[in-house]
Nanobody, 114 residues
């Protein structure tokens, strides 16, 4: 069983920055790690993903503003968020893919408001 924990959410003003962290317990070597978000009343959406190879993907809405990175074993992943907008407000979830299994964290709230 893999336990996933996110941290780093909070309240930030528009234009500000936040860094989210995600750690997966155990000696794992994931295939991929990703950040999703779910705003109130909306479906969960993929924000950014990093593969074991290091390849990354970003949703169009965050390109140029968010950066995903991870350690070499892909057991920790970070999301550096800059130039935040009110529409970035959501609960952010970390997903870890190990083999054919997906493991999710409980989520961390990010609120962008003045």
């Amino acid at each position: 069983q893999v336990h996933v924990v996110e941290s780093g959410g909070g309240l930030v003003q528009p234009g500000g920055s936040l860094r989210l962290s995600c750690a997966a317990s155990g000696s794992i070597f994931s295939n991929a790690m990703a950040w999703y978000r779910q705003a109130l009343g909306k479906q969960r959406e993929l924000v950014a993903r990093i593969l074991r190879s290091g390849n990354t993907y970003y949703a169009d809405s965050v390109k140029g503003r968010f950066t995903i990175s991870g350690d070499k074993y892909k057991s920790k992943v970070y999301l550096q968020m800059s130039s935040l907008k009110p529409e970035d407000t959501a609960v952010y979830y970390c997903k870890v893919v190990v083999g054919s299994y997906d493991y999710w964290g409980q989520g961390t709230q990010v609120t962008v408001s003045s």
